[in-house]
């Protein structure tokens, strides 16, 4: 075994006994150098387990393809680990800690025979910021780790940090033999561990990502008392300089991605504003001496789906791709370069398929469906700071002061195109009751409302309605909260077509959002919140269907008491343990309803 360049005697004894355990042919210390990358990519490619693409056309990208069955994540084999099943409560999958240790060693003993273990020392958030937290993965993938080292901050200097802070996350990981039938990704937030066996994709691997940033990070956040959230990070600069910083969180297929890194529509290009990105996934608030609200983006990457990213759905991610990228189960194109549906530019005549067979256009399998070039989770990891909107306070140990919070789902009716809640309290009703109507892709009634509070229903580490909980207690650690919003780009007319055109036109809600934070607009008082007078909203250069923006803005009373009563049963699901104050928020909004004239 070789010797680990650290005096971290936790550390030392911890690789020790996991490679005991694996028994790894040898082990290889990340030091987060180019040299040793280089190293890690020519291994891989000689190994199949990436292609190297175009380099002239794709300078430092590669492919990689997963397993067939092990293209997402497997949230039914997705446990946390606690001694007491409440802990866990009715959002998680739940497992006796010594039960998911017991199953988990089977299948790791001796998993990485003839392999090696790859030691990745990283930190999640700038190294040596009070916000940041020490995490070391053990891996037999090269994939993950050059996954890693473009999400997050690897290698000595966090070695370096260790020695003086040796309280560390333990990640363990072994592709062992990508069986789904032993595939496991445990929790541990009791111990500060995870282990994720069986699985090569990166929502199961990279566990500097969900695993540890959402789900152990909620955890100890809820103890540390502060917030590790699902939620984009977004700097809005105006023409004199000001930068005002917004969290939002949205379930998947809502845009948060698209989102964080808008380029401004035409009609508000007059007013110079510039969009700065500072995260899209992830997002850690602490309250500051000041009492108000500062957040890091912990990661240093993009983790994202690639089918319908194009120029216009997200120009800036386009530019961001174009180097030093990791592709997953996308079509390899003749020219070895990469494509997938939604791509920009023509359809290509034939190319590989994300399993690695022939592919041509329109080409139908034995059930006659449709074979797609890329899987519909198809990935790319790619550095933040390839991003033209890259924000240039990436690196600040401090964070960044967050103005408002954001909520948002996929509802056709319903939900307003934007409303403010009364006070926090409320807005945290708003963001624990948000949800999206499942669409024809999904398995569930078409129409039927998916409730994920907070986009975290899959991340929270913990008993949702102790979450809830913690969310109403930090609300009274601020002198100056953020005010809270609730938003939907996605409703619709009789027709079932879009009232609002959404991408880089959002950031007219936006807009309207900042100046209420700012004082700067009246609202219209409604029994769901505040909202928007139409002449606040600058619609120039765009110009809707006649009527849309009233409808947009319209609070329909029998549609949100049918609401009330989806609310009443998703909230009996935490039956005792839900906040009263949540229950007093519902009682609230019946009553103002029940009184409400159209």
């Keep these: 075994m070789e010797k680990f360049p650290t005096t971290n005697k936790k550390l030392i004894e911890w690789v020790n006994k996991m490679a005991k355990l694996c028994s790894p042919e040898r082990i290889v210390w990340i030091d987060g150098s180019g040299g040793q990358k280089l190293s890690l990519e020519r291994e891989s490619v000689d190994s199949g387990e990436l292609i190297r693409l175009n380099q002239e056309k794709l300078?430092?990208?590669?492919?990689?393809?997963?397993?067939?069955?092990?293209?997402?994540?497997?949230?039914?084999?997705?446990?946390?680990?606690?001694?007491?099943?409440?802990?866990?409560?009715?959002?998680?999958?739940?497992?006796?800690?010594?039960?998911?240790?017991?199953?988990?060693?089977?299948?790791?003993?001796?998993?990485m025979k003839?392999?090696?273990?790859?030691?990745?020392?990283?930190?999640?958030?700038?190294?040596?910021?009070?916000?940041?937290?020490?995490?070391?993965?053990?891996?037999?993938?090269?994939?993950?780790?050059?996954?890693?080292?473009?999400?997050?901050?690897c290698g000595q200097a966090v070695l370096r940090q260790m020695e003086r802070d040796d309280d560390f996350t333990r990640c363990l990981h072994s592709k062992a033999q990508l069986d789904i039938n032993k595939r496991l990704i445990l929790?541990?937030?009791?111990?500060?561990?995870?282990?994720?066996?069986?699985?090569?994709?990166?929502?199961?691997?990279?566990?500097?990502?969900?695993?540890?940033?959402?789900r152990i990070a909620s955890f100890v956040a809820r103890k540390?008392?502060?917030?590790?959230?699902?939620?984009?990070?977004?700097?809005?600069?105006?023409?004199?300089?000001?930068?005002?910083?917004?969290?939002?969180?949205?379930p998947s297929a809502c845009g948060k991605t698209n989102l964080a890194m808008l380029v401004p529509p035409e009609g508000l290009k007059k007013k110079g504003y510039r969009i700065w990105t500072v995260g899209d996934d992830i997002s850690w608030m602490r309250v500051d001496s000041d009492g108000?609200?500062?957040?890091?983006?912990?990661?240093?990457?993009f983790f994202g789906v690639a089918p319908g990213t194009n120029s216009k759905t997200n120009p800036n991610m386009v530019e961001t791709i174009k180097k030093d990228t990791i592709y997953t189960n996308v079509l390899l194109k003749p020219d070895n370069t990469v494509w997938w549906e939604g791509a920009d530019g023509e359809v290509p005549a034939q190319g590989i398929d994300w399993k690695g067979n022939p592919w041509k256009p329109h080409a139908r399998d034995a059930e006659d469906m449709v074979i797609k070039g890329a899987h519909a989770n198809a990935r790319f990891t790619a550095p933040i700071m390839n991003c033209p909107s890259a924000s240039f306070r990436l690196e600040q140990h401090h964070g960044v002061p967050i103005s408002a919070i954001v909520f948002g789902g996929r509802r056709q009716h319903v939900a307003p195109l934007v409303y403010e809640s009364f006070n926090w309290q409320h807005g945290v009703f708003a963001g624990a009751t948000m949800g999206s109507e499942l669409t024809a892709a999904q398995v569930g009634k078409?129409?039927?409302?998916?409730?994920?509070?907070?986009?975290?229903?899959?991340?929270?580490?913990?008993?949702?309605?102790?979450?809830?909980?913690?969310?109403?207690?930090?609300?009274r650690l601020m002198a100056k909260p953020p005010k809270i919003f609730h938003v939907n780009w996605f409703m619709a007319d009789d027709q079932g077509k879009f009232l609002w055109p959404g991408f880089c036109e959002n950031l007219r809600i936006l807009e309207w959002i900042l100046d209420r934070c700012n004082n700067k607009v009246n609202a219209m008082q409604t029994p769901i919140g505040y909202l928007?007078?139409?002449?606040?909203?600058?619609?120039?250069?765009?110009?809707?269907?006649?009527?849309?923006?009233e409808k947009l803005l319209k609070v329909d009373k029998e549609e949100w008491l049918a609401e009330l009563k989806g609310i009443n049963k998703f909230f009996g699901g935490f039956r005792k343990d839900?906040?009263?104050?949540?229950?007093?928020?519902?009682?609230?909004?019946?009553?103002?309803?029940?009184k409400y004239v159209q």
Excluded at 138 to 143: C, E
Excluded at 230 to 248: F, T
Excluded at 532 to 549: E, K, Q, R, V
């Design 59 to 111: 300078p430092g990208c590669f492919l990689h393809r997963t397993a067939h069955d092990d293209v997402s994540r497997t949230e039914h084999l997705t446990f946390i680990c606690t001694k007491k099943k409440g802990d866990a409560g009715p959002n998680n999958n739940w497992m006796r800690p010594f039960t998911a240790y017991k199953k988990a060693r089977e299948i790791f003993r001796g998993s």
């Design 114 to 153: 003839g392999r090696t273990m790859y030691v990745i020392p990283f930190s999640m958030g700038p190294v040596g910021s009070p916000f940041s937290k020490i995490g070391v993965e053990l891996t037999d993938s090269r994939y993950v780790v050059l996954n890693m080292l473009i999400m997050t901050r």
């Design 187 to 214: 929790h541990f937030p009791e111990d500060n561990t995870i282990w994720s066996v069986g699985s090569g994709y990166g929502g199961n691997v990279l566990l500097g990502k969900k695993c540890l940033s959402l």
């Design 224 to 250: 540390e008392k502060w917030l590790a959230e699902h939620m984009l990070i977004m700097g809005i600069e105006e023409p004199n300089g000001h930068v005002e910083y917004i969290a939002a969180a949205f």
């Design 292 to 301: 108000s609200l500062w957040a890091i983006n912990p990661e240093t990457g």
């Design 446 to 475: 078409l129409g039927q409302v998916r409730r994920d509070p907070m986009a975290m229903l899959p991340f929270c580490g913990y008993n949702m309605a102790d979450y809830f909980r913690h969310w109403l207690a930090m609300g």
């Design 532 to 549: 928007p007078y139409p002449f606040d909203i600058d619609m120039t250069g765009l110009n809707l269907s006649a009527g849309a923006l």
């Design 578 to 594: 839900l906040p009263k104050e949540l229950w007093d928020e519902y009682n609230a909004l019946l009553g103002r309803l029940k």
